[in-house]
């Protein structure tokens, strides 16, 4: 299920840590989407430990099939460094997603689907 930025969500741990040097400062060219393969890694999910901004990254349970979820990204905070993911550039590995649940979305392209992301 796609969230549009309308719909409030209630961010659960765990959450993206920050790094407390991180801050958005405009909108990115690219945001972060987390794709319905998703498996919020058990409830240990890999990706957001490498998120370098505080509560981007998020849990949000599957209410209709408990203890199960995913992770969500938060687009208003997003800053696209592409650390949650594990494609790099020249298709190198990084550690994020072990699923590769995780695009980078040009910010039109994310603004065209789900409305319109801060700066």
Same mark, same amino acid.
């Given at each position: 299920?796609?969230?549009?930025?309308?719909?409030?969500?209630?961010?659960?741990?765990?959450?993206?840590?920050?790094?407390?040097?991180?801050?958005?400062?405009?909108?990115?060219?690219?945001?972060?989407?987390?794709?319905?393969?998703c498996t919020g890694c058990s409830g240990a999910p890999a990706?957001?430990?490498? /998120? $370098?901004? !505080?509560?981007?990254?998020?849990?949000?349970?599957?209410?209709?099939?408990?203890? *199960? @979820? %995913?992770?969500?990204?938060?687009?208003?905070?997003?800053?696209?460094?592409?650390?949650?993911?594990?494609?790099?550039?020249?298709?190198?590995?990084?550690?994020? /997603? $072990?699923? !590769?649940?995780?695009?980078?979305?040009?910010?039109?392209?994310?603004?065209?689907? *789900? @409305? %319109?992301?801060?700066?």
């Amino acid at each position: 299920m796609e969230t549009t930025l309308t719909q409030p969500v209630e961010k659960m741990a765990p959450m993206s840590p920050g790094d407390g040097k991180s801050v958005r400062k405009k909108k990115p060219k690219q945001i972060a989407y987390i794709m319905e393969n998703c498996t919020g890694c058990s409830g240990a999910p890999a990706c957001i430990q490498y /998120c $370098p901004i !505080d509560t981007c990254m998020y849990w949000v349970p599957d209410r209709d099939h408990p203890p *199960f @979820g %995913t992770i969500r990204v938060d687009p208003n905070l997003c800053i696209g460094c592409k650390k949650c993911t594990t494609q790099g550039p020249n298709d190198t590995f990084l550690e994020g /997603c $072990p699923w !590769d649940a995780i695009v980078m979305l040009p910010s039109e392209e994310y603004e065209a689907r *789900f @409305g %319109t992301v801060k700066p």
